[in-house]
Structure formats: structure tokens, C-alpha cells
């Protein structure tokens, strides 16, 4: 059965939670294919390689929010932990990057009659742990 979006997805950047500042995310986890053709092969062989992960967020500008990502935007020097809970009461999963994310191409844009928009990618280095 589907699940809406709303209210079913929790987003915490270094213990913050932030979905109130989301209208928008998107977990990307791609796995690398390592090609293993060899002379035998009656085809092109792959394998399955190591997962980059990644977090697209976005939504209305705050201020609060700026407090929680500004910071690391200007300086990532410091990996924080991302947990993101996705599904509905009962049969929820649970991704953790545990001091593996920060946030790069960190925007704020401004358009007339509009509300201050914000968008980020998280970049997630190590491995997710899914509960």
C-alpha cells in the first residue's frame, strides 16, 4: 500500500531535526558496477561495487535552519551524523550515517513574491546502517 511523504519521513542532522524546514528530500544510494568481463565471458560481466550515498533536502528558508547547516556549509571540517526515518508508524525504516555527512552545494535563493527557498546535498562517507 502507498505511504504519503508527509508526516512519514524524520530528518535529523547532528541531532537537530529538520523536517520542519523540508518540503523536499531524495536518498540516493548508488551502487558502483565494477566491470569483470573477461576473455571467457559470452557477455560484459559486472559486479556489484562499493554504494555512494547521498541526501538532496531542500525547503523554506529559516533562520534556525541556517544556524544548524550555515556553520558546517562554510566550514565542513567536522563529519556529523544524518539519520533519516522513513515510512509510517509500525514499518519504519531507519537509515543512519553515523559521523559521515555534511552538507555541500548548500544554496539560498531568492525570487520576488516568492519565500527564500533552501536547498542541500548531504554528502554521506561512510556506510548506512539500516534498522
Known amino acids: 500500500m502507498p505511504v ?4 512519514n ?14 518540503d523536499q528530500s531524495t ?3 548508488t551502487v558502483e558496477a565494477i566491470e569483470t568481463t573477461n576473455l571467457a565471458s559470452s557477455a560484459t ?8 550515498y547521498s541526501y538532496d533536502i531542500g525547503g523554506d528558508w529559516d533562520l534556525a535552519l541556517d544556524a544548524i547547516l550555515g556553520p558546517d ?15 509510517e508508524s509500525g514499518s519504519v525504516a531507519t ?5 559521515g555527512a555534511f552538507p555541500s552545494n548548500y544554496k539560498v ?20 546502517v539500516r534498522s
Open 95 to 99: 537509515y543512519t550515517w553515523t559521523s
Open 27 to 29: 536518498m540516493d544510494a
Open 9 to 22: 519521513i524524520v530528518l535529523t542532522y547532528n541531532s537537530n531535526n529538520i523536517t520542519a524546514y523540508c
Open 45 to 52: 560481466s559486472t559486479s556489484p561495487g562499493d554504494t555512494t
Open 4 to 7: 504519503k511523504s508527509n508526516p
Open 109 to 128: 535563493t531568492a525570487q520576488a513574491g516568492a519565500n527564500l527557498k533552501w536547498t542541500a546535498t548531504l554528502n554521506l562517507t561512510v556506510a548506512a
Open 73 to 87: 556549509a562554510i566550514d565542513p571540517s567536522t563529519l556529523r551524523t544524518f539519520v533519516a526515518a522513513i515510512g
